[in-house]
C-alpha cells in the first residue's frame, strides 16, 4: 500500500483561497435570502388552514371544462411527416465560419434542437455552446419578417423594381460597386458574388473579421506563396504549443480542434500517445487552463520568446537562422529548454499554434513547424479551406473610398461594421455618402438602420448553402423548415438584381455539378470533392527573419489583450439570452466584460471585484479612447495584462431590459448604459496592416465607482458546513482529484486521499433495497479530457426547456442550469492550475433528497434515476437543502415567458416548470424512454448508445459517457472500471450514479511530489 | 395590527364564506360531480359530423388507416384531408341517397346528379375543390379543426408508440369507439386508471404476452 499523501488543495474563488478561511455567508448558503424573519401578526398557520379551506370551497364551485384544445390536421399529408415524431436533417452550422457538421431536430415542422453529426469528418458530433444556441436566432422576434424600404415595410417586387434600375444606371454609367462582408467559405456564396460584381466596370468585393487570422494568411503567403489556412490536425500532435492560440475555446475552429486534442488525452485508449501540450499566454483562456505547461507571458513578450524557441530549434536542426539582436529571453531558460527538448523529441508529430496578429511572428511559427517537419503531417497547408483573406487593411481603405464619394453602391452582408471596427462611428459617416445602400441583415442593428434597402437573409436553418472545410471536403446545407417570415435568401436577392432568376439550390448544385453525388451530399451533410487537386508548396527560407523587438511598456501601463468570450465571440450573438447567460469557463462571470486583473496588479491598483477601473489607450499621433469597466481579479493572469472581453456593450442587448421576472426589488439586467457590458472594439488596433486583438499599451485607473458582477463561482458550495467540521479536518474536500501521466501510468491508479478524508467503514444510513434489475442509468466524466467549454450547459439548457433569468436573479443564486461547470483553482509551484467539473444532478443510489421530501414529487426510479414529479412538488425545498452536490433548483419565479416565437424553440416532450417546482438534472429521461420505445418497437433491447442525453451528444471532447452500469460490456461500465474512476464525496456514502475520472496532466513526476510535500 | 380576538373572529368568517361556497357546489353539481381535471364523458361537437359508428361499426376500416401516427408516434395523429380523399374523392354520399337520385332521374329520364352530402361538403370546402375533385381557383384550402377529446395535462408524457406495438388494444383506453356517432371521452384518463393498468399488465401481460410496464414517475412525468 502506498503512503498516504495529502492530496492537492482546490479552491473555487479567491473568497477562500486558503483551506479555513469561512465563506462569506452568501456562498454557504443554498437559499441565503430565507433567514429573514417572517413579519407576521395573524398567524401563518391560522391563515393557511383558513384560506385553504375557503379556497377549496371556491376552487370546487368553479370546476369546469378546460380551455378546449383544437386538433388541426395536415390538409395533405408529406410522406416523411407523421406528427409528434422528429426528423433529423443533416445541415452545416453558421454560427461562425468553422462549419461544423449538424443533425437538425425537427418536430412537426420546425426546428428545435441541434445535435452534432457523428459522421461529419470536422466536427466529429461536436457543437460548441455558440452552435448550440445559433437556433434561438430562428425564433427570434427582432427579425425582420419583409424588406425594409428607406425603414418601411416593402414587397420583394417592390424593393426589385427599385434596385435594379438603379443598378442598371451605375452599370452603364461605370460606377463602383462594394460587397463588403465577413470572410466567405462558401464556394457558391463566393461565385455568386464574383457574377454579381463581374457585370460592373468596377465592382469589388471587400471581407474583414474582427476574429481576424490574417497575419497568419499572410505569412503563409510569404512562406509558402498561398494566402491561406492551414488545417491543424491536432490529433496527430504528440506535442502541441500554442501561443496565445485558444483553440479549444474561441480560435478558428474549436471544436474541431478539441475533437482531435481530446484524442489525444484520453488515458484509457491513449495512455502511450497522451500528448504534452504547453500554452504561452497572457490572460488566462479555456486552453491554457488544460495546458500540462502554462508560461505567463505579457503580449510583448511573445515575439522575443518565439525567437529564443526557432533559434533553439534551428540550432538543434542545423538550420541557418538569423536570430538578430537577441533580446533576452522574458522567461525561465529551463522552461524554454523543455518546451523545444519536447518539440524537438516529437518532431514531424508536434505541432506549434499562434493566435498573434503579428505577421513576423507567424513567420517564426511556419519556421518551427517548418524546422521540425510538421507540414504535411500535423498541418497541412496543400488543400485549405477556401476563406477570404483580404487582409485587415481592406475594410478601412474601403472607408476611405466611401467617405470619399466615389463608390455609388454599397452592399452589406449579413453582419455589423458600425458596431465592429474600431472606428465604427466613422465608418457610419462614411457611409452617409453612398448613393445606395443594400444591407441583407436579418434585423436592424446600427448598420442595417442606415441603409436604404433592408432585403433580409434566410436563418442558415432555412437556407441552401455550402461551407468549404479544407482537404477537399464541402459541407452542405439545407433548409430544414420553411422560412418564417419573407425573407430571401441573399443568393436569389444578388441574381436577382443580376438579372437571372436562379433558386439558392439551384445555385449551391450548380457550383459543385456532377463532383458530389447531390442526393448523398445533402443526406450526409458533407461529401468529399475528389476532384480539387492538392497543390504542393515549398517553404521558402528567406523569408524567415527575428522579430523586432517591441517597444517596453512604459512602468504603470497594462498590456490589452482583447478576446472573444467563449459564448459572446465578437458580438455576433449577442441578441442571445442564453449566452449572455452561460458562466464563462474560466472567470463564471454572466451577463457582463470585465477588465481582468491579475491579484498583484488588483492589489497595486488597490481594486477588487465589481470596482470599476478606467481603461485608457492613447496613441501616438491619434485620439485617446476610454472605456469603463469593472474589475475582476484572475489568478493566473500576466501581472501586466489587461484582459477584456469583445462583444458587449452591443446595441442588440439593449432588449434584455426586461429580461428575469418582475417584481418589487427587481434589479436591472442592463448596465448604466442601458446595455449588457461596455463595447471593447474601440481599443482595437491596427498595426503593420493587421488588426491587432493584444498588445496595445493602456492605463488602468480606479473611478471609485462599483458594479457588482454576477458570478457563479460562489455558489452551490460542497464545503463541509462550518457547524460540522470535524476538528483537524479540512473543510474542503477532494471533489477534483488528479495525478500526473507518470505516476498513472506507474500506479495505475490516482493518489490515495489523505487522512480524514475517507470513511468507507462507516457503514449505510440506507437499506439497499433497490435491485436494479434492467438498466441500471450511469454516468462517467472524464476531467482530463473536459475543458470547461460549456456546450453541454447549453444544450441542457435547450433540450430541457431551461428559463433564462437574469442578471439579478443569477446574482441571488437563482440560475436555473441543470449542469454547471465547477472551476477549481490550485497551485504547482506557484503557478495557478484550474479544473473544471461538469456537475449535475448525480442521481445518487441512496439519495438525500428522496428521504425527505414531505410529497414524495422526488422519488427513487427502477433504473436508478433520481426522477422528480413536477406535478407533485409543492416547494418545500428541502431537498434542495439535503442536496451534497447542489445541483437542484427551484422556480422562485414564473420564468417562462410569454414569447410565443421564441416558444417555438420549446422541446414539446418536455413539461414547462411554473413557480414553486423544484426541478434537476433528470439524466435527459426523455431520451431514454424514447429510446426504450423505439427498442421496443423494433422487439430488442437497448443498446449501448442508444441513449446519449443531451450533454453527452454536444460534448466536442467526448468527456460525458452515458450507458448501463449493468451491462458490463457497456462504455461507461468500462470507464467505471478504470483506474481513475472515483465519485464526488464518495464519504458521504450516498452511492451517487455519476462518477469522474481523475485528472491527469503530463508533468514529470517529480513535480508532483514537490507539491504534495 | 390585530388582537387574537379579533383574528379568530376573521377567520371564522374566512371559514363561513368556505363553507357556503362548498355546499353551494356539492348541492348544485352533485350528479355530474367530477373531480377538477376529470372530463370523463366529454363529447364535444365536431366541426364535421364524423361518425366513427359508421367508419369502424359498419365498414369495419381499422382504427390504424386514419390514426396511423398510432404505431410510430407520440400522437395517433387525427387523419388529414387526404386520407379522407382516398376514399371521398368518390363517395360523396349515402348509399340511400345515391340511389334515390339515380330512381328519380331514371324517372325523370336523365341522367343522374352527383349527390354531396351536406358533412362531406365540409370536406370539400376545406380543400377547395369542386364536385369533380378539382381545386377551385382562386380559394385557399383551409385545414379542418377538430376538437380534441382525449386531453392529458402538459405535466403528462404519453405515447402512442409505447403503447399500440405492445398489443394494448385502442378500446381498452378509447372505449368502444366503433359504437358511437360522436367519439365520447369513455375512462377518466386519471393517473390511477394508468397505473392500475400498468400493474395489472406486469401481473397477466398483453395478450399473452409478458410486458414490462413502468411504474416509475419518470416513466410519464417529465
Not at chain 1, 448596465?671 to 493602456?698: D, E, F, H, I, W
Amino acid at each position: 500500500m502506498m503512503p498516504e499523501k495529502n492530496p492537492k488543495t482546490y479552491w473555487k474563488s479567491l473568497s477562500q483561497p486558503c483551506g479555513a478561511a469561512p465563506s462569506p455567508p452568501v456562498a454557504g448558503d443554498e437559499f441565503p435570502e430565507s433567514h429573514e424573519p417572517a413579519r407576521q401578526e395573524v398567524r401563518r398557520r391560522d391563515f393557511l388552514a383558513a384560506a385553504g379551506f375557503a379556497l377549496g370551497g371556491v376552487a370546487l364551485g368553479g370546476c369546469r371544462r378546460t380551455p378546449v384544445e383544437k386538433a388541426i390536421p395536415y390538409l395533405v399529408q408529406p410522406e416523411a411527416i407523421v406528427p409528434g415524431r422528429a426528423v433529423h436533417y443533416a445541415s452545416t452550422c453558421g454560427a461562425c465560419s468553422a462549419g461544423c457538421g449538424l443533425l437538425v431536430k425537427n418536430r412537426d415542422g420546425r426546428a428545435i434542437k441541434l445535435e452534432g453529426n457523428d459522421l461529419h469528418p470536422v466536427s466529429r458530433g461536436g457543437v460548441c455552446a455558440v452552435g448550440q444556441a445559433s437556433i434561438l436566432g430562428l425564433y427570434d422576434n427582432r427579425r425582420l419578417r419583409h424588406p425594409l424600404r428607406g425603414g418601411e415595410p416593402a414587397t420583394w417586387d417592390e424593393v426589385d423594381a427599385d434596385i435594379s434600375p438603379l443598378l442598371d444606371a451605375i452599370r452603364t454609367g461605370g460606377g463602383s460597386v462594394r460587397f463588403l462582408s465577413g470572410p466567405i467559405t462558401s464556394p457558391t456564396k463566393r461565385r455568386v458574388i464574383q457574377t454579381f460584381l463581374g457585370r460592373f466596370d468596377d465592382g469589388k468585393h471587400v471581407s474583414y473579421e474582427t476574429l481576424s487570422t490574417a497575419a497568419i494568411h499572410q505569412a503563409h503567403e510569404r512562406t509558402h506563396g498561398r494566402r491561406a489556412l492551414p488545417r491543424y490536425l491536432f490529433e496527430e500532435a504528440d506535442v502541441i504549443v500554442g501561443f496565445d492560440a485558444d483553440f479549444l475555446g474561441t480560435w478558428i475552429a474549436p471544436v474541431a480542434f478539441t475533437a482531435g486534442w481530446s484524442d489525444r488525452r484520453k488515458v484509457e485508449q491513449a495512455a502511450d500517445d497522451f500528448s504534452y501540450h504547453a500554452q504561452f499566454e497572457g490572460r488566462v483562456s479555456v486552453t491554457g487552463t488544460k495546458a500540462d505547461r502554462r508560461i505567463r507571458i505579457a503580449p510583448s513578450e511573445l515575439g522575443a520568446v518565439v525567437n529564443h524557441l526557432a533559434s533553439t530549434l534551428a540550432a538543434r536542426a542545423g538550420v541557418s537562422f538569423d536570430s538578430g539582436q537577441q533580446t533576452p529571453l522574458p522567461i525561465d531558460e529551463h522552461v524554454l529548454e523543455e518546451v523545444s527538448a519536447h518539440l524537438w523529441r516529437s518532431r514531424g508529430k508536434s505541432l506549434v499554434v499562434c493566435g498573434s496578429q503579428d505577421v513576423d511572428v507567424q513567420v517564426l511559427c511556419n519556421f518551427i513547424n517548418e524546422t521540425l517537419g510538421n507540414y504535411g503531417r500535423t498541418l497541412d497547408i496543400s488543400q485549405p479551406a477556401a476563406t477570404g483573406g483580404d487582409g485587415d487593411g481592406a475594410v478601412q481603405s474601403l472607408m476611405q473610398e466611401l467617405a470619399s464619394g466615389r463608390v455609388d453602391a454599397l452592399f452589406l452582408d449579413n453582419f455589423n461594421p458600425v458596431y465592429d471596427l474600431p472606428n465604427g462611428a466613422a465608418f457610419a459617416t462614411a457611409m452617409g455618402k453612398v448613393g445606395l445602400i443594400v444591407s441583407f441583415a436579418d434585423r436592424l442593428t446600427e448598420t442595417s438602420e442606415q441603409a436604404r434597402y433592408v432585403c433580409p437573409d434566410h436563418h442558415y436553418l432555412e437556407s441552401w448553402g455550402d461551407v468549404s472545410l479544407g482537404n477537399a471536403v464541402v459541407g452542405f446545407r439545407q433548409p430544414v423548415m420553411r422560412p418564417l417570415f419573407d425573407t430571401r435568401s441573399c443568393l436569389e436577392s444578388l441574381t436577382r438584381w443580376s438579372g437571372t432568376t436562379t433558386t439558392a439550390q439551384d445555385l449551391v448544385r450548380q457550383t459543385w455539378g456532377d463532383r458530389v453525388s447531390w442526393d448523398r451530399a445533402i443526406h450526409d451533410g458533407f461529401a468529399s470533392v475528389s476532384e480539387e487537386p492538392a497543390r504542393a508548396t515549398t517553404f521558402r527560407a528567406d523569408a524567415v527573419s527575428a522579430v523586432p523587438t517591441p517597444d517596453e511598456l512604459s512602468a504603470d501601463a497594462f498590456a490589452l489583450v482583447l478576446y472573444p468570450k467563449v459564448a459572446m465571440l465578437d458580438g455576433r450573438v449577442a441578441s442571445n439570452p442564453w449566452l449572455h447567460e452561460m458562466p464563462d469557463p474560466v472567470t463564471k462571470v454572466v451577463w457582463d466584460n470585465y477588465a481582468s486583473l491579475s491579484p498583484a496588479a488588483a492589489q497595486r491598483l488597490g481594486v477588487t471585484d465589481g470596482d470599476l477601473v478606467s481603461v485608457r489607450h492613447s496613441p501616438e499621433g491619434g485620439t485617446a479612447t476610454s472605456i469603463e469597466l469593472p474589475a475582476l481579479v484572475q489568478p493566473g493572469q500576466h501581472d501586466r495584462v489587461v484582459a477584456i472581453a469583445l462583444g458587449y456593450g452591443h446595441a442588440q442587448s439593449a432588449r434584455f431590459a426586461d429580461v428575469g421576472p418582475e417584481w418589487l426589488e427587481k434589479k436591472p439586467t442592463l448596465g448604466p448604459n442601458g446595455l449588457v457590458g461596455m463595447r471593447a472594439a474601440g481599443l482595437l488596433t491596427y498595426q503593420k496592416g493587421t488588426l491587432q486583438l493584444s498588445g496595445a499599451s493602456v492605463t488602468v485607473s480606479p473611478t471609485g465607482g462599483k458594479h457588482e458582477l454576477a458570478s457563479t463561482q460562489d455558489y452551490h458550495n460542497i464545503e463541509v458546513p462550518a457547524a460540522l467540521v470535524i476538528p483537524g479536518m479540512d473543510r474542503r474536500r477532494p471533489m477534483i482529484r488528479e495525478t500526473t501521466l507518470a505516476s498513472y501510468k506507474r500506479d495505475g491508479s490516482l493518489p490515495v486521499l489523505g487522512h480524514g478524508t475517507h470513511h468507507e467503514d462507516l457503514g449505510d444510513l440506507w437499506p439497499d433495497d433497490h435491485k436494479y434489475e434492467g438498466h441500471h442509468w450511469g454516468m462517467v466524466v472524464d476531467l482530463a479530457a473536459c475543458t470547461g467549454c460549456s456546450a453541454c450547459v447549453v444544450s441542457c439548457q435547450i433540450e430541457n426547456n431551461i428559463p433564462v433569468v437574469g442578471r439579478d436573479e443569477v446574482r441571488r443564486k437563482r440560475i436555473m442550469h441543470w449542469l454547471r461547470v465547477d472551476r477549481y483553482y490550485s497551485e504547482t509551484d506557484g503557478e495557478v492550475d484550474i479544473s473544471h467539473q461538469p456537475v449535475m444532478c448525480q442521481h445518487c443510489d441512496h439519495a438525500p433528497c428522496e428521504t425527505v421530501c414531505p410529497v414524495l414529487a422526488t422519488v427513487h426510479g427502477e433504473e436508478g434515476l433520481n426522477q422528480q414529479a413536477y406535478n407533485r412538488c409543492v416547494g418545500t425545498r428541502y431537498c434542495a437543502n439535503n442536496c451534497p452536490y447542489k445541483t437542484r433548483r427551484f422556480n422562485w419565479f414564473e420564468y417562462a415567458r410569454e414569447d410565443k416565437l421564441a416558444n417555438m424553440a420549446l422541446n414539446p416532450d418536455i413539461t414547462v416548470r411554473t413557480r414553486g417546482v423544484m426541478e434537476k438534472c433528470s439524466f435527459c429521461v426523455q431520451r431514454i424512454e424514447e429510446a426504450r420505445i423505439a427498442a421496443k418497437r423494433l422487439g430488442r433491447p437497448i443498446a449501448d448508445g442508444d441513449v446519449r442525453p443531451a450533454c453527452q451528444q454536444s460534448c466536442p471532447a467526448g468527456a460525458i459517457v452515458f450507458g448501463d452500469m449493468n451491462d458490463p460490456k457497456s462504455a461507461v461500465s468500462k470507464l467505471i472500471r478504470s483506474g481513475r474512476h472515483y465519485r464526488m464525496l464518495e464519504e458521504t456514502n450516498v452511492k451517487p450514479s455519476v462518477g469522474y475520472l481523475g485528472l491527469v496532466r503530463n508533468r514529470k513526476e517529480d513535480e508532483d511530489h514537490q507539491h504534495h510535500g | 395590527m390585530l388582537t387574537r380576538e379579533s383574528r379568530s373572529q376573521s377567520v371564522t368568517i374566512v371559514l363561513a364564506i368556505g363553507a357556503v361556497f362548498s355546499l353551494a357546489t356539492l348541492v348544485a353539481r352533485l350528479g355530474a360531480f367530477h373531480l377538477p381535471g376529470n372530463h370523463q364523458g366529454y363529447a364535444p361537437e365536431q366541426p364535421i359530423a364524423f361518425s366513427h359508428r359508421l367508419h369502424a361499426g359498419e365498414l369495419l376500416i381499422d382504427c390504424l388507416y386514419c390514426h396511423h401516427g398510432a404505431e410510430t408516434s407520440r400522437h395517433a395523429g387525427i387523419p388529414a384531408g387526404s386520407i379522407c380523399m382516398n376514399c371521398h374523392s368518390i363517395v360523396t354520399d349515402t348509399l340511400g341517397s345515391v340511389r334515390a337520385e339515380d330512381e328519380r332521374a331514371e324517372e325523370e329520364q336523365r341522367k343522374p346528379r352527383r349527390m354531396v352530402s351536406a358533412e362531406l361538403q365540409k370536406l370539400y370546402d376545406a380543400l377547395a375543390v369542386d364536385e369533380e375533385m378539382k381545386p377551385i381557383p382562386g380559394r385557399t384550402p383551409r385545414s379542418i379543426e377538430w376538437i380534441k377529446v382525449h386531453n392529458l395535462p402538459d405535466f403528462t408524457f404519453f405515447s402512442h408508440a409505447a403503447h399500440v406495438p405492445t398489443g394494448v388494444a385502442c378500446e381498452r383506453c378509447h372505449g368502444a369507439v366503433e359504437t358511437m356517432e360522436r367519439v365520447r371521452q369513455v375512462e377518466d384518463l386519471s393517473m390511477g386508471w394508468c397505473v392500475n393498468c400498468h400493474r395489472s399488465v406486469n401481473r397477466i401481460g398483453v395478450g399473452g404476452r409478458a410486458v414490462d410496464a413502468s411504474l416509475d414517475c419518470a416513466a410519464c412525468h417529465y
